[in-house]
């Protein structure tokens, strides 16, 4: 798996030495609030960083787990990931909340979108969120990705709330329209 760096990011492969990083974001419930995982003890975020360490290893990769860095500094601030195994490629993110509303999301997915895309040659990805996570839909709306449907019900609530059940947005992009958004740009 190579690195992806973007104009602030570095996405590169976990190592072990990244659990206290991934644990600052992974145990905040504020964090993950929309997440289906979490909040994580310390045990389950050292069992995420080894299954992406070996998912990543994996030839071919069916997987791509990334850690987003500063280009400045190095620090640890979210991760990111191309999945290609189980159906359709999707890709998915999240960002230690010090750092929402920054672009950084964006960096993320349009890096994702750019790998898929150029170096893997798919044909569609996809992307899913609580629909309640606005910041995540808008981003997905942002990198030029198009709502396709609302399921009813059909995830666990997130983590704030009273509901048993909540409601998900799928969304979704073309490599022609992928390419069509970077020829206008």
């Known amino acids: 798996m190579r690195t992806i760096e973007t104009d602030r990011l570095i996405l ?21 609030v929309y997440m289906l995982w979490g909040p994580n003890s310390a045990e389950q975020t050292r069992e995420f960083i080894e299954m992406a360490i070996s998912q990543t290893d994996e ?4 997987n791509y787990q990334y850690a987003a860095v500063l280009r400045s ?5 979210g991760a990111c990931n191309l999945a290609l195994s189980g159906g359709e490629p999707e890709i998915g993110w ?7 509303k920054q672009g950084y999301g964006t960096e993320m997915g349009e890096a994702l ?18 629909a309640e996570n606005t910041g995540s839909y808008k981003l997905m709306e942002k990198i030029g990705m198009r ?20 409601d998900e947005f799928s969304y979704a992009i073309l490599r022609e329209e992928w390419d069509i958004k970077n020829e206008i740009v």
């Open 73 to 77: 500094n190095g620090m640890l601030i």
């Open 94 to 100: 999240i960002l230690h909340r010090d750092y929402w």
């Open 113 to 130: 979108l750019r790998f898929g895309f150029g170096e893997l040659s798919l044909h569609r990805i996809l992307a899913h969120c609580d």
């Open 147 to 166: 709502r396709e449907g609302l399921f009813i019900e059909s995830r666990p609530a997130h983590k704030l709330s009273e509901k048993k059940y909540g």
């Open 12 to 32: 590169r492969k976990f190592t072990i030495e990244d659990i206290d990083a991934v644990q600052s974001y992974a145990s905040c419930v504020e964090n993950i």
């Open 59 to 62: 030839e071919p990769c069916k």
